[in-house]
């Protein structure tokens, strides 16, 4: 017998909890590879760090002055959901008017990005096929947006 287990916040190492106003939700589609998840997850994300740059931190370096890029100054959740839940998460964030990256099954077979929005440009919102969607905005309304979407295992 499987029971339901719900994890509560996860400590920032000594601080106390850090709750941040706003979230970053990445939803994909739950058949596809797992190389094609990950792929996905990457693309999506860059879309919201090109598009809310103040969401980006510092740089890193470690204790013998090597440097590194910085990253997101907050977590990023990672969520997987069928078809019909990530059509209604990309519904419910377009009418939030959040701003949000997708991926659909087509850009698997393009070459560049001039190609992946020619091929994101032919098809009708209503009629896009997704494989993923990542999206920034109020805590509540990303949560809204992701009903129905579980986090990756």
Known sequence: MQGTYKTGPV???DADLVR??????????DDLATWQRLNVCAFLVSGIAAAVPELIGQPYADADGTKYLPMFGRPVLVFEAPAAVLTAAHA????RGLPMSIFTAELFATGDDEDNRAAVRAVPRTDLDLVG???H???NAVDKIVKGARLHP
């Open 20 to 29: 941040f106003e706003t979230k970053i939700a990445v939803v994909i589609r």
């Open 137 to 139: 905005g109020p805590r």
């Open 92 to 95: 419910r964030a377009d009418a």
């Open 11 to 13: 400590p920032c190492g």
């Open 133 to 135: 969607l990542a999206v």
